[in-house]
């Protein structure tokens, strides 16, 4: 799906799977193996947060747009996320001990630098999940489930992300692997994984509870893309370069989905060996492809044809997407 | 020949192409494609050193073994590798700025951190490869070339190099990429980069001027694996586990070698998509299949079997080596 060019050689490749889906669940164009059992990791963050919006639990807890889009972040442990993660917690009279993800280092420069000349140890509410975490702290107390333990996969509040999980998909899940943050992390096939994203895409407000869930949810990623993971970041900057037009979120091991609302498409796609550089040049040459992503936009450009430099400044070489997926 | 683990799923993969070579330049096992056209990158260290010991430059310049082991090196810039670059720069009465590598973060954590919490900007001898281009000055001056453009390919230096690589891979090079330190990495086949493994692991001491350069090329790199790389990195802790048995290096986009002099044999392999993850559990597990490395040793398992875990510390799954590479 990516090659990696240096001078007249290249140098390393990656291959992938990928679908788009329409409205109605059909895989209308796909590369490599749509049925492919994949592990969405990330990218299934805004179906880890349905039985949030659809139980009643979000307006309960009068959670806000920004609150929704830090539930399906994967973010990076700055000031705006983790103030307004421990202000969640706080608004709850919880506190960072309640969350069942471990510590994790902030990829944002700034926090990351204090930290570390300040000899300080990241916490639990620097884990980039922090948000989902509290959205899963937020649905327990609205179950009177017990909030102690709501990571384990028998707990109501993984039952319910399982049972919408394979609503969403349109499959049984064939079982899980235990995240980075702890928490379950169903599998699907790709297709399946496509066939929800298209599910969110072609929601309209009112029709149904889950589908009011699904576009609140779509929305608030939409509207706040420096919530959803951070300055600099893919997702952050492909949104704001898509105002509007696309939810994209990426996930662990070279996961990526695209939400398209116009078009009513949804998009799934995974790198065979986990590298992001190749996720997120595939993710920008399938929205160029699909007409919702500006090639020559420079958020756009910076994933879908990056060069590669030398220590001195030199370009050396470059990163590109197959021709098979766009020919630019 | 690389897996991922998570649970019960393997969430992705590694293919990639590796060749052992015998004395007689023989492929005599070999995955993948072993004609597949590579750039060695950084394996290419002590092919590039050659001439520095050939030419008389060396012994000229007084060079011990230390300093032959960092112009193989692609250190990560500890005051154990930078010091003694400076000094050998000091020694020819040149410094900093007459690298033609570009300044580079040390990954050494104490020497990173030092200079992001002071606010200071790494130098050119930070770069890894500075001491291969301590050795190109050291090599130019012996040669009575212009030190001020070493890495143009039409250079003296550069010839030299790519003569010997030529020579010692059998092959004509088809050309160079640009490396990361901004000198010409010149290209060959997988083989002939495993043939010119193999010479450095069948060379003899006094047989000719070039064995006895590769001799103490090797040994230099055995004698010094701190200096190789740095602490807790693969090459470094591979040749600690292997004493005398076999010198390994690493290069850039998932490239790896092994010298190995006691079976005459020399290994080369490259993961296709560039992942370091899956180069270095697949030197261990070949190392493990040669015996010459024990894969109950803690540095041998860190590479060969290493677990995956959650941020709380859960165990979720693990890297390993398909069973065609090592049965275990």
Request: with cysteine; net charge negative; charged share 20%.
């Amino acid at each position: 799906m990516v090659e990696i060019w240096r001078g007249p050689f290249m140098e390393s490749q990656h291959w992938g799977h990928a679908v788009v889906v329409n409205a109605n669940g059909e895989v209308i164009e796909s590369w490599g193996n749509p049925d492919e059992i994949i592990l969405p990791r990330s990218s299934a963050k805004m179906l880890q947060a349905l039985p949030l919006v659809e139980s009643g639990a979000a307006d309960a807890a009068g959670l806000t747009p920004e609150q929704l889009a830090l539930a399906c972040a994967s973010h990076d442990g700055a000031a705006i996320h983790t103030d307004r993660v421990r202000n969640w917690l706080g608004d709850m009279g919880l506190g960072e001990d309640d969350l069942c993800c471990g510590p994790q280092l902030p990829d944002d420069r700034p926090s990351k630098k204090a930290l570390i000349c300040a000899g300080e140890k990241p916490c639990r509410i620097h884990n980039n999940c922090s948000g989902k975490h509290a959205g899963f702290l937020t649905l327990a107390r609205h179950l009177g489930a017990d909030i102690a333990d709501y990571v384990n996969p028998d707990h109501a509040v993984q039952q319910a992300a399982k049972l919408a999980f394979e609503e969403v998909t349109g499959l049984d899940t064939p079982g899980f692997g235990i995240d980075g943050c702890s928490a379950p992390n169903f599998a699907t096939s790709l297709s399946g994984m496509g066939r929800a994203m298209a599910a969110f895409a072609a929601a309209e407000e009112g029709r149904s509870a889950r589908d009011s869930a699904m576009v609140r949810l779509r929305e608030a990623m939409m509207a706040h893309p420096d919530l959803v993971a951070g300055e600099g970041r893919a997702c952050t900057e492909l949104m704001r370069a898509t105002p509007g037009k696309v939810a994209v979120k990426t996930g662990a091991e070279a996961f990526f989905i695209a939400i398209l609302p116009e078009q009513k498409l949804g998009v799934a796609l995974k790198i065979s060996d986990g590298s992001t550089r190749a996720s997120e040049c595939a993710i920008a040459a399938i929205l160029a492809r699909l007409g919702v992503a500006d090639p020559s936009d420079p958020m756009v450009q910076k994933r879908l044809a990056p060069r590669i430099l030398s220590r001195a400044g030199e370009d050396t070489g470059g990163i590109r997407p197959v021709a098979e997926l766009w020919a630019g």
